[in-house]
């Protein structure tokens, strides 16, 4: 184990400072990306079932790509692993979606509550990287928590409250993870240089 004041781990803090500021405007990007997408699936929760399927199919994929092309700009920062697995996930279970809606639903809110705790996971693991390097690393963290908790929140009500809840509750976590990065990204634009 390496004591916080060797300076190898000055280097890997140095570089983890570097990456966060040499990249704020893609987690900018984002999170603005991502509250957009979030507050769309806010104001339409009660779609029916069939259209809530194909929209959040598409907010995955969406999501999923822009996610997985802003991590990979930014291989260099911690987390990158976690970080890509999730945007690929979300890429996969989009197209589910929107290739097979109907079929679909029911079984969204058991993969939801599976991206989720995966999700919740990683912020939470990533928030602890971040919380000897930035200030607002509790963002990230409350991110993680949020997951968890809209986790619980799907599995408690699954079957009945899937028509609904899925619109309100993906939206709510995009909304969440994209406060976090843009977050993440005024942290690293307000960094100094080394």
Not at 76 to 90: D, E, K, Q, V, Y
Not at 149 to 153: E, F, T
């Given at each position: 184990m390496v004591d916080s004041s060797s300076p190898q781990l000055e280097q890997i803090q140095r570089k983890f400072a570097e990456a966060i500021q040499a990249h704020w405007k893609l987690f900018l990007?984002?999170?603005?990306v991502m509250i957009l997408l979030g507050l769309i699936a806010v104001a339409l929760p009660n779609i029916a079932t069939l259209a809530i399927a194909i929209f959040?199919?598409?907010?995955f994929l969406i999501g999923g790509v822009v996610r997985a092309l802003s991590v990979w700009r930014a291989r260099?920062?911690?987390?990158?692993?976690?970080?890509?697995?999730?945007?690929?996930?979300?890429i996969v279970l989009g197209l589910i979606l929107v290739l097979r809606p109907l079929e679909g639903v029911l079984t969204l809110t058991m993969v939801l509550i599976a991206l989720f705790i995966i999700e919740g996971v990683a912020a939470i693991v990533i928030a602890l990287e971040f919380r000897k390097h930035i200030r607002q690393w509790g963002w990230t963290l409350f991110n993680g928590i949020v997951d968890l908790?809209?986790?619980?929140?799907i599995f408690q009500g699954w079957p009945s409250t899937a028509a609904w809840a899925i619109g309100l509750l993906v939206g709510i976590n995009m909304l969440f993870l994209g406060l976090s990065l843009t977050m993440t990204a005024l942290a690293g634009r307000a960094m100094r240089p080394s």
């Open positions: 990007i984002q999170g603005i959040i199919g598409w907010l260099a920062a911690p987390g990158f692993g976690w970080s890509l697995a999730t945007a690929l996930l979300a908790v809209l986790a619980w929140l």
